[in-house]
């Protein structure tokens, strides 16, 4: 099955620090994941703006599947409007020719949250690492073709175990937080952050133990597709005091200038910066 992509790469859009990095297979070229007990691998050729998407394993309708991977790589976002409205700058502009095709991706909202927690003073590799043994550890395991995969692990699986089990996936501290985060979400919490407002649910997420403010940003923007959301780490802080405010602006400044200058797309703008710094 094909599907059309235009002002879409696959590559970078994956190779991003979002959560199909943490959760998916992938290579040049190509990504596959776990979808309704079937292996999606979805492919695309340098240069052309159509994606081919295969499915191993139980039989999915090719409309519903198409959408799926339509929603996750936000594929109908209106790209050069978004260009458009966040390239305000020559540094800005830069990074959008020198990243063409590069979205933001629609997740899971628990994955995303999940994978966030991991990601606590973390590198992208071991968060990788943490994620894919909890997958391994505590996700389903499925056979599909023949070899064995794992579903992303529950709520409910993670709390059915304890932080030393968490512990042996590579997470340290942060089993603790995952632990808390699980229970929240277990209860249908975070199906009612949808109707919320951006502040309301950036409130409730916080109150987790061991949810700061980036990354319930984080969890809104590539969880709920909420793209005013401004995350802010070590790295987005260092490319923002170079580039737009100086190197003394504190993070409530950062945030009110992305606000003011990206608006309802501060999310793209801060992909764009974070990919511009990534090792």
């Given at each position: 099955?094909?599907?059309?992509?235009p002002d879409f790469n696959l590559d970078l859009t994956v190779f991003s620090g979002q959560p199909p990095q943490f959760t998916m297979?992938?290579?040049?070229?190509?990504?596959?994941?776990?979808?309704?007990?079937?292996?999606?691998t979805v492919k695309q050729k340098a240069g052309e703006d159509e994606l081919e998407i295969e499915a191993k394993g139980k039989k999915i309708d090719e409309g519903k599947l198409s959408e799926h991977v339509s929603l996750l790589f936000r594929l109908d976002d209106d790209m050069p409007y978004i260009r458009?409205?966040?390239?305000?700058d020559a540094h800005m502009k830069k990074l959008l020719v020198e990243f063409?095709?590069?979205?933001?991706?629609?997740?899971?909202p628990w994955e995303t949250l999940a994978c966030f927690v991991c990601s606590q003073n973390n590198s992208r590799r071991?968060?990788?690492?943490?994620?894919?043994?909890?997958?391994?550890n505590f996700g389903e395991k499925i056979k599909i073709a023949g070899r064995d995969y794992n579903k992303f692990p529950t709520p409910e699986?993670?709390?059915a175990g304890c932080c030393k089990d968490l512990k042996k996936c590579k997470i340290g501290f942060r089993a603790e937080y995952l632990m808390n985060a699980a229970e929240f979400a277990q209860g249908g919490a975070m199906a009612e952050l949808h109707a919320m407002s951006y502040e309301e649910a950036h409130s409730v997420l916080t109150e987790i133990k061991g949810v700061g403010e980036k990354i319930?940003?984080?969890?809104?923007?590539?969880?709920?597709?909420?793209?005013?959301?401004?995350?802010?780490?070590?790295?987005i802080r260092k490319v923002m005091r170079e580039y737009y405010l100086g190197s003394h602006a504190k993070d409530d400044e950062i945030r009110m200038f992305a606000e003011g200058r990206w608006g309802d797309y501060?999310?793209?703008?801060?992909?764009?910066?974070?990919?511009?710094i990534m090792k």
């Amino acid at each position: 099955m094909f599907i059309r992509a235009p002002d879409f790469n696959l590559d970078l859009t994956v190779f991003s620090g979002q959560p199909p990095q943490f959760t998916m297979d992938y290579g040049p070229g190509w990504a596959s994941f776990v979808y309704e007990n079937s292996l999606v691998t979805v492919k695309q050729k340098a240069g052309e703006d159509e994606l081919e998407i295969e499915a191993k394993g139980k039989k999915i309708d090719e409309g519903k599947l198409s959408e799926h991977v339509s929603l996750l790589f936000r594929l109908d976002d209106d790209m050069p409007y978004i260009r458009k409205r966040i390239g305000t700058d020559a540094h800005m502009k830069k990074l959008l020719v020198e990243f063409p095709g590069m979205r933001l991706t629609l997740n899971d909202p628990w994955e995303t949250l999940a994978c966030f927690v991991c990601s606590q003073n973390n590198s992208r590799r071991n968060i990788r690492n943490s994620v894919q043994l909890l997958m391994r550890n505590f996700g389903e395991k499925i056979k599909i073709a023949g070899r064995d995969y794992n579903k992303f692990p529950t709520p409910e699986r993670i709390t059915a175990g304890c932080c030393k089990d968490l512990k042996k996936c590579k997470i340290g501290f942060r089993a603790e937080y995952l632990m808390n985060a699980a229970e929240f979400a277990q209860g249908g919490a975070m199906a009612e952050l949808h109707a919320m407002s951006y502040e309301e649910a950036h409130s409730v997420l916080t109150e987790i133990k061991g949810v700061g403010e980036k990354i319930a940003d984080c969890v809104l923007l590539f969880g709920y597709g909420r793209l005013e959301a401004f995350p802010i780490d070590t790295w987005i802080r260092k490319v923002m005091r170079e580039y737009y405010l100086g190197s003394h602006a504190k993070d409530d400044e950062i945030r009110m200038f992305a606000e003011g200058r990206w608006g309802d797309y501060a999310g793209y703008a801060q992909q764009y910066l974070y990919r511009s710094i990534m090792k």
